[in-house]
């Protein structure tokens, strides 16, 4: 599905126009950039899953083409957790 699925089916169930939908969609995209780049770095939203930050250590890796090994620096990355309700619909998908 894309975002322009997405917004259109959002529009639908809410009864608004797509550019209500479009913007609430963006208000929630925001909101989880917003909450990430706090220090805590976590938002939790029921039925769908957590969001948050996690570090990652310095860790050595191989370049595939020369196979010269390389340092790959430690860094911070977005983790996401389904919820329970989400891995159930996930399991009846068709």
Same mark, same amino acid.
């Given at each position: 599905m894309t975002k322009a699925e997405l917004v259109a089916h959002m529009a639908e169930e809410a009864g608004v126009t797509k550019k209500?939908?479009? *913007?609430? &969609?963006?208000?929630?995209?925001?909101?989880?950039?917003?909450?990430?780049?706090?220090?805590?770095?976590?938002? #939790?939203? *029921?039925? &769908?899953?957590?969001?948050?930050?996690?570090?990652?250590?310095?860790?050595?890796?191989?370049?595939?083409?020369? #196979?010269q090994k390389i340092k790959i620096p430690a860094a911070k990355v977005p983790r996401f957790t389904a919820s329970r309700a989400l891995r159930d619909a996930a399991k009846k998908a068709k």
């Open positions: 209500a939908a479009a *913007a609430a &969609l963006n208000a929630i995209v925001t909101a989880i950039h917003e909450s990430l780049k706090k220090k805590d770095g976590k938002i #939790r939203i *029921a039925d &769908l899953g957590t969001f948050r930050v996690i570090k990652k250590k310095a860790r050595m890796g191989v370049n595939p083409q020369t #196979r």
